[in-house]
């Protein structure tokens, strides 16, 4: 498990000096971001830029002095060599709560994932047009968006990783690493348009290995015709050889002009 504190002066070399510098939207993909570079000791968040710089350091005796102000943060990590397992949402933005969201009508693609076609992070509405609203069934944690079809027959959105910025792959080779994966799925009224959410596993050749786990789809019998999302789980063990995972969205219209399929909080979890 990953241990940060936030703190002003962080034990590292004086000679720290900085990795990278990148857009970000929150403290914990900052964290992520610092946990999955193998050579990062301290990260800073600066909420008002929205950027998280990484500094790498060796673990020896001096300190450096990150000056911050009431918009920004130091993440510094306790037992750095000794975490083999990140514990948190491996996703980024698994929630269409990073970037920006477009109202009805408008598209808005989806942040840190790739993508074809027009998938859109689209606001919970009240407008009555084929989207989630605010108050229908879903996750009680929902935040102000999700993720929507839009004007297409079939539109994607996927995240490809490697496992081994997050897991040790001594212990995935041993057998040892599970995954829980899940997501809120569904779509409006009586329609039958769905979506779909995979997972796939690869080796160090990209050749896959074990295999693919699928969320849905949801179906409009499902959900009783009622506009809504439904949560969809699976778990099980992380495949020897697994080097790589992909984690992909599929959305498919099977009548009409929009893409009605929806889907909000997508997690994937490593675990022993």
């Given at each position: 498990?990953?241990?940060?504190q936030?703190?002003?002066?962080?034990?590292?070399?004086?000679?720290?000096?900085?990795?990278?510098?990148?857009?970000?939207?929150?403290?914990?993909?900052?964290?992520?971001?610092?946990?999955?570079?193998?050579?990062?000791?301290?990260?800073?968040f600066?909420q008002?830029?929205?950027?998280?710089?990484?500094?790498?350091?060796?673990?020896?005796?001096?300190?450096?002095?990150?000056?911050?102000?009431?918009?920004?943060?130091?993440?510094?990590?306790?037992?750095?060599?000794?975490d083999?397992i990140?514990?948190?949402n491996?996703?980024?933005?698994?929630?269409?709560?990073?970037?920006?969201?477009?109202?009805?009508?408008?598209?808005?693609?989806?942040?840190?994932?790739?993508?074809?076609?027009?998938?859109?992070?689209?606001?919970?509405?009240?407008?009555?047009?084929?989207?989630?609203?605010?108050?229908?069934?879903?996750?009680?944690?929902?935040?102000?968006?999700?993720?929507?079809?839009?004007?297409?027959?079939?539109?994607?959105?996927?995240?490809?990783?490697?496992?081994?910025?997050?897991?040790?792959?001594?212990?995935?080779?041993?057998?040892?690493?599970?995954?829980?994966?899940?997501?809120?799925?569904g779509?409006?009224?009586?329609?039958?348009?769905?979506?779909?959410?995979?997972?796939?596993?690869?080796?160090r050749?990209?050749?896959?290995?074990g295999?693919?786990t699928?969320?849905?789809?949801?179906?409009?019998?499902?959900?009783?015709?009622?506009?809504?999302?439904?949560?969809?789980?699976?778990?099980?063990?992380?495949?020897?050889?697994?080097?790589?995972?992909?984690?992909?969205?599929?959305?498919?219209?099977?009548?009409g002009?929009?893409?009605?399929?929806?889907?909000?909080?997508?997690?994937?979890?490593?675990?022993?």
């Open positions: 498990m990953i241990v940060y936030l703190t002003e002066f962080i034990p590292v070399n004086n000679n720290s000096r900085v990795l990278t510098i990148f857009p970000v939207f929150t403290q914990d993909a900052c964290a992520c971001q610092c946990y999955a570079n193998r050579w990062c000791i301290t990260a800073n600066n008002k830029n929205q950027n998280c710089t990484l500094y790498y350091a060796q673990l020896e005796e001096g300190n450096v002095k990150i000056t911050l102000d009431n918009l920004s943060s130091v993440l510094s990590f306790s037992n750095r060599t000794s083999l990140y514990t948190g491996v996703l980024i933005n698994g929630d269409a709560e990073s970037g920006p969201c477009a109202p009805y009508g408008n598209v808005s693609s989806p942040i840190s994932w790739s993508y074809n076609g027009p998938i859109t992070q689209i606001y919970y509405t009240n407008v009555d047009f084929g989207g989630q609203t605010p108050t229908s069934p879903g996750p009680s944690n929902r935040g102000q968006c999700h993720f929507y079809g839009q004007i297409s027959s079939v539109t994607q959105m996927w995240q490809t990783e490697n496992i081994t910025h997050f897991v040790d792959p001594i212990l995935i080779d041993n057998q040892i690493i599970w995954f829980d994966f899940s997501a809120w799925i779509g409006y009224l009586d329609q039958k348009d769905y979506a779909q959410v995979s997972l796939m596993f690869f080796d050749t990209n050749q896959t290995v295999n693919t699928i969320l849905g789809p949801v179906l409009e019998t499902d959900r009783n015709y009622i506009t809504s999302l439904l949560f969809r789980q699976a778990n099980g063990l992380v495949p020897v050889g697994t080097r790589f995972f992909k984690v992909l969205v599929t959305m498919t219209r099977i009548a002009g929009n893409n009605n399929g929806d889907v909000d909080n997508i997690v994937l979890i490593f675990h022993e």
